[in-house]
């Protein structure tokens, strides 16, 4: 690739928001930087995801809509990364998490 069309390509990105109790729901929009932090790194923000209301922690990750949509849009490369305010975002559950953030690495 020429250097010229390099400079031109952004990096796509996805955002995942998953607040799970009715208090983040309200301010969810003004407490999550993803959007200056995106706009920092030169990247540009192409899906945004909420999971408003949903548990980490007692809901599993196979029965979330919204990262389930994500997965299969990162299957098909509609993104380069996926951005999520803080690690435990994915989930909270310890037997699952880890290996929900090595599935989104390895694509």
């Not at 909420?50 to 990750?61: H, W």
């Amino acid at each position: 690739m020429n250097l010229t069309k390099a400079k031109e390509t952004k990096t796509r990105v996805c955002c995942l928001y998953r607040v799970s109790t009715k208090g983040q729901v309200d301010k969810a929009e003004n407490d999550i930087p993803c959007h200056e932090f995106a706009e920092s790194k030169g990247w540009t923000i192409i899906k945004e995801h909420a999971e408003l209301g949903v548990s980490g922690f007692k809901v599993a990750a196979a029965d979330r809509d919204e990262l389930q949509e994500i997965k299969r849009e990162a299957e098909k490369q509609e993104f380069d990364i996926l951005l999520v305010f803080m690690y435990d975002r994915l989930g909270r559950n310890l037997n699952e998490t880890p290996f929900i953030a090595e599935w989104f690495t390895k694509k």
